[in-house]
C-alpha cells in the first residue's frame, strides 16, 4: 500500500498572501469601521417622541418615515379626531383619512433630519423658545421647527391643521434655527434646548445666509460651547 505524507509548512498571514492593497480593506475584532453618526438609524423605545413623515395611505393606517430600519404604523384608530372626540372610528372617518394626513404632508414648518445620537433624551421634547418658534426634538433624530401658536387650545387634545399662511418674520426665525441645528450637528454638539437656543442668540449678528460659512459656523459653536460650559460650571 502506498502512503503519501506531507510535511507542515508555515503559512503566511492571510494579509500578505492577499496582498497590500487588500490588507487596507480587512476588518479585524476591535477595527473602527466609521465614525460618521449620519449612518446611525433609530432604534425605538417604549416613550420615545418621535417626530415623522407620512409615505402612504392604507386601509385604516398610515405608513411613516421615521428614520428607522422599518416604515412605522399609525393606526387610524390611534389617531385622535379633530376636536377631540372620542368615539369608535367609522367608514367615514376612513375615507376621510387623506383629509387629515396624505403622503410628504409639511405645513406651518421645516423638518431637520439629524443622526439620532445627537437628540439629548430630556424629559419633555416639546419646546417653545423664547425667539417665537417651537421645536419638537424626536429621538429618532427627526426635529420639527415651527411657529409658536399665539393661543393654545386647552382642550382635550384632537387633530387640528394650521393652514394659515405664515408671516416672513416667522419665516426667518424658523430659517435661523435651522441654520443654527446644521451648525451644532456639524460640529457634533448635542441638541437639546438649551444649546439650540444658544446658539440662536450667537448668530444674531449674522446674517440667515451666512451662518453656514465656515469660519461663521465655527464662531457661534465656539461661543455656544462656552456658555454652556459657564452654566454648567
Given at each position: 500500500?502506498?502512503?503519501?505524507?506531507r510535511l507542515?509548512?508555515?503559512?503566511?498571514?492571510?494579509?500578505?498572501?492577499?496582498?497590500r492593497?487588500?490588507?487596507?480593506?480587512?476588518?479585524?475584532?476591535?477595527?473602527?469601521?466609521?465614525?460618521d453618526?449620519g449612518?446611525?438609524?433609530y432604534?425605538g423605545?417604549?416613550g420615545?417622541?418621535?417626530?415623522?413623515?407620512?409615505t402612504?395611505v392604507?386601509?385604516k393606517?398610515?405608513?411613516v418615515?421615521?428614520?428607522?430600519r422599518l416604515?412605522?404604523?399609525?393606526l387610524?384608530s390611534?389617531?385622535?379626531?379633530?376636536?377631540?372626540?372620542?368615539?369608535?372610528?367609522?367608514?367615514?372617518?376612513?375615507l376621510?383619512m387623506?383629509?387629515?394626513?396624505?403622503?410628504?404632508?409639511?405645513?406651518?414648518?421645516?423638518l431637520?433630519?439629524?443622526s439620532?445620537?445627537?437628540?439629548?433624551?430630556?424629559?419633555?421634547?416639546?419646546?417653545?423658545?423664547p425667539c417665537?418658534?417651537?421645536v419638537?426634538?424626536?429621538?429618532?433624530?427627526?426635529?420639527?421647527?415651527?411657529?409658536?401658536?399665539?393661543?393654545k387650545?386647552?382642550?382635550?387634545?384632537?387633530?387640528?391643521a394650521n393652514?394659515?399662511?405664515?408671516?416672513?418674520a416667522?419665516?426667518e426665525v424658523?430659517?435661523r434655527?435651522?441654520?443654527?441645528i446644521?451648525?451644532?450637528?456639524?460640529?457634533?454638539?448635542?441638541?437639546?434646548d438649551?444649546?439650540?437656543?444658544?446658539?440662536?442668540?450667537?448668530s444674531?449678528p449674522?446674517?440667515i445666509?451666512?451662518?453656514l460659512?465656515?469660519?461663521?459656523?465655527?464662531e457661534?459653536v465656539?461661543?455656544?460651547?462656552?456658555?454652556l460650559l459657564?452654566?454648567?460650571g
Amino acid at each position: 500500500m502506498a502512503m503519501e505524507m506531507r510535511l507542515p509548512v508555515a503559512r503566511k498571514p492571510l494579509s500578505e498572501r492577499l496582498g497590500r492593497d487588500t490588507k487596507k480593506h480587512l476588518v479585524v475584532p476591535g477595527d473602527t469601521i466609521t465614525t460618521d453618526t449620519g449612518f446611525m438609524r433609530y432604534i425605538g423605545e417604549v416613550g420615545d417622541i418621535v417626530v415623522g413623515r407620512i409615505t402612504e395611505v392604507q386601509q385604516k393606517r398610515w405608513k411613516v418615515e421615521t428614520n428607522s430600519r422599518l416604515d412605522s404604523v399609525l393606526l387610524l384608530s390611534s389617531m385622535n379626531l379633530p376636536g377631540g372626540e372620542l368615539r369608535r372610528r367609522s367608514a367615514e372617518d376612513e375615507l376621510a383619512m387623506r383629509g387629515f394626513l396624505q403622503e410628504g404632508d409639511l405645513i406651518s414648518g421645516v423638518l431637520v433630519q439629524v443622526s439620532p445620537s445627537l437628540v439629548k433624551r430630556q424629559k419633555t421634547h416639546f419646546h417653545d423658545l423664547p425667539c417665537g418658534a417651537s421645536v419638537i426634538l424626536g429621538n429618532n433624530g427627526f426635529l420639527w421647527i415651527y411657529p409658536t401658536p399665539e393661543h393654545k387650545e386647552e382642550e382635550a387634545g384632537g387633530f387640528t391643521a394650521n393652514l394659515e399662511p405664515v408671516s416672513l418674520a416667522d419665516r426667518e426665525v424658523i430659517s435661523r434655527l435651522r441654520n443654527c441645528i446644521v451648525s451644532l450637528v456639524t460640529q457634533r454638539m448635542m441638541l437639546y434646548d438649551t444649546s439650540i437656543l444658544y446658539c440662536y442668540e450667537a448668530s444674531l449678528p449674522h446674517q440667515i445666509k451666512d451662518i453656514l460659512k465656515p469660519e461663521i459656523m465655527e464662531e457661534i459653536v465656539m461661543e455656544t460651547r462656552q456658555r454652556l460650559l459657564e452654566q454648567e460650571g
